[in-house]
Nanobody, 125 residues
């Protein structure tokens, strides 16, 4: 049973930075792709960034390229999302998630079987 716990959200001003963390339990962390998703009010959940089990493959949504960086520490079972130059449109609940299957890289929401509870990020203008 995988459990994911996010932290690091908050209220910031446009242009500020935040670093989200997601601590995972279970034995599958080091073999499975991890991703960050977000969901704004009235919108569908969307993938923000993903990182393969060994960190060798990265994916970023166009809206965050150049501003956000995903990373992971398999020794600590933790995945991070460094968010710089935040914009009001980045306001959302951010979720970390783990791929259902090992040793592949996917970004479709349905491919992820374990989810954290979410952390709110609010960016004021």
């Amino acid at each position: 049973q995988v459990q994911l716990v996010e932290s690091g959200g908050g209220l910031v001003q446009a242009g500020d930075s935040l670093r989200l963390s997601c601590a995972a339990s279970g034995r599958t962390f080091s073999t499975n792709t991890m991703a960050w998703f977000r969901q704004a009010p009235g919108k569908e959940r969307e993938v923000v960034a993903a990182i393969s089990w060994n960190g060798g493959s990265l994916y970023y949504a166009d809206s965050v390229k150049g501003r956000f960086t995903i990373s992971r520490d398999n020794a600590k079972n933790t995945v991070y999302l460094q968010m710089n130059s935040l914009k009001p449109e980045d306001t959302a609940v951010y979720y970390c998630a783990q791929d259902r299957l090992p040793f592949r890289v996917v970004v479709a929401t349905a491919s992820y079987g374990a989810w954290g509870q979410g952390t709110q990020v609010t960016v004021s203008s």
